[in-house]
């Protein structure tokens, strides 16, 4: 094996060269290393390490033949750093309000990842508290695009899709409240699901975040990496408030097996905020008769409730969900929140939140949830549905840092199109990197199943993967 081409290789194929023997755990540690060092002043993803420690875990790995019986076994890996954690590792939610601060405990899908065999080399970069669809915190400057060093890599877990983009690592750990995860997979052209809520946990701190908009899982270069991830983390912690339905068979098995039947997909290129971008409604288009080449009944339609039908109520529970983070992350930091410690974007939804009373939050939970009824009973006659993921390709670094804080939230909120309304119903979803610009931009779509079904779109999303490859 060449080790420059080690990068190209997903989680399943790098750990399969250490279960064969041409490679050991520490091989793949070294040189996860070696690319990350060489790409940092340059992609700025990769902004905390633990080199000496996941080189030590390495050396005392178990190279037995079959490893630890995890596909993805001693494959190198990245936490975000934003929300679960791992002891001894920095934790500042890419702001200066938390430097120094440093994690005191594993946090449970910390332990399951590495439970699976995933070796942690550091933290990969968020906008500052996972504020924007961009990460460009100031707190340790701007993740660049892979594929054009002047664009975004999308937010918040801009680091971790760069990372996965660039083949530092063939999979990392991301986060969703509001598209999270599948914005910068679409940026950087990599696979990315939004698992259904309360599939992953997120204890032993939390139960869940902004009332469930959160989810947990990770970015890949493969559907595959994906899905076995997604098994090694899933299930309820002791404990959970609720928890997502349990599932018939394994995640990866779904991705492995073929499709029992065509499905239902419905597709959609309506206006969001703002009209959608050429390339968006190209790549929306191209995708649908892609899935009609594969065999499944495409329609167009769409739900009857569009972002700008919540958009108020939320950003009133997003304001609420970064105030109350900016407030407890503080307070175990032992810091008080300031002004010149929080960007003005931040500094202003804690201010926002803080000034929302306890019954205009619960009135608006309960409009949300409204809308998530009328979200999840579309899919009472689609099994899927298309839609683009942002209303653009990558934006240029420092679009959306022009203007008033709100001025900075509307440009944020028009250009993640519709990505928040999964997290509000809670249904899971899936950037799929099928289509590039002229320019070689990548630019993902978006795939929406029903609350719990997160199998059919990882075995469509592998149907689609061997129809198109991107790796």
């Known amino acids: 094996m060449d080790m420059r081409d080690l990068w190209r290789l997903d989680g399943h194929d790098q750990a399969e060269l250490v279960r064969t023997g041409q490679l050991t755990p520490l091989d793949l540690v070294e040189a996860a290393i070696t690319r990350i060092e060489a790409s940092r002043p340059e992609l700025g993803a990769v902004p905390i390490t633990c080199f000496d420690r996941a080189i030590e875990e390495a050396k005392a790995a178990d190279t037995r033949p079959g490893g630890n019986g995890s596909p993805l076994s001693a494959v190198p890996f990245l936490l975000k750093d934003l929300g679960p954690g791992c002891a001894g590792l920095a934790a500042t939610a890419g702001s200066a309000l938390l430097a120094g601060n440093v994690q005191k405990h594993d946090s449970t899908l910390a332990r399951?990842?590495?439970?699976?065999?995933?070796?942690?080399?550091?933290?990969?970069?968020?906008?500052?508290f996972g504020v924007l669809p961009t990460t460009e915190p100031a707190h340790y400057g701007p993740t660049r695009n892979p594929w054009a060093r002047d664009r975004s890599a999308g937010g918040s877990s801009g680091g971790a899709a760069a990372a996965v983009a660039a083949g530092l690592v063939p999979l990392a750990h991301a986060n969703d409240a509001g598209g999270s995860i599948r914005i910068p997979a679409s940026c950087c052209g990599v696979f990315g699901l939004k698992p259904t809520r309360a599939r992953t946990p997120m204890g032993p701190d939390v139960g869940d975040l902004m009332n469930g908009l959160a989810a947990e899982h990770v970015v890949s270069r493969s559907v595959r990496d994906s899905a076995a991830a997604l098994d090694l983390v899933a299930g309820p912690d002791t404990g959970d408030p609720y928890w997502a339905p349990p599932v018939d068979g394994t995640f990866l098995d779904a991705v492995l097996a073929p499709a029992?039947?065509?499905?239902?997909?419905?597709?959609?290129?309506?206006?969001?905020?703002?009209?959608l971008d050429a390339e968006c409604v190209r790549a929306v288009t191209e995708a649908a008769r892609?899935?009609?080449?594969l065999g499944h009944e495409v329609v167009e339609d769409a739900p009857a409730i569009g972002i700008a039908d919540v958009a108020a109520e939320f950003l009133t529970v997003w304001a609420a969900g970064v105030s109350s983070a900016v407030t407890a992350q503080a307070f175990v930091a032992g810091r008080t929140p300031h002004p010149g410690l929080l960007e003005p974007l931040t500094w202003w939804l804690y201010e926002q939140g803080k000034a929302v009373s306890a019954a205009e939050y619960l009135l608006t939970i309960t409009r949300l949830q409204r809308a998530a009824r009328a979200l999840a009973s579309f899919h009472e006659r689609h099994d899927v549905l298309l839609s683009a993921v942002t209303a653009e390709p990558a934006p240029l670094l420092g679009t959306f840092h022009h203007g008033s804080p709100q001025q900075q939230l509307d440009r944020a909120l028009?250009?993640?199109?519709?990505?928040?309304?999964?997290?509000?119903?809670?249904?899971?979803?899936?950037?799929?990197?099928?289509?590039?610009?002229?320019?070689?931009?990548?630019?993902?779509?978006?795939f929406t199943g029903r609350f719990g079904e997160e199998r059919t779109l990882l075995s469509l999303a592998a149907q689609l993967e061997a129809a198109r490859p991107w790796a």
């Open 414 to 446: 028009a250009f993640a199109y519709e990505t928040p309304l999964a997290n509000l119903s809670g249904q899971p979803a899936m950037s799929v990197p099928l289509h590039r610009t002229a320019d070689g931009i990548p630019v993902g779509v978006q």
């Open 112 to 128: 399951r990842f590495q439970a699976g065999g995933l070796r942690i080399l550091g933290k990969s970069a968020t906008a500052e």
């Open 260 to 275: 029992e039947r065509p499905l239902r997909i419905a597709f959609t290129t309506r206006t969001g905020m703002t009209d």
């Open 290 to 293: 892609l899935c009609e080449e």
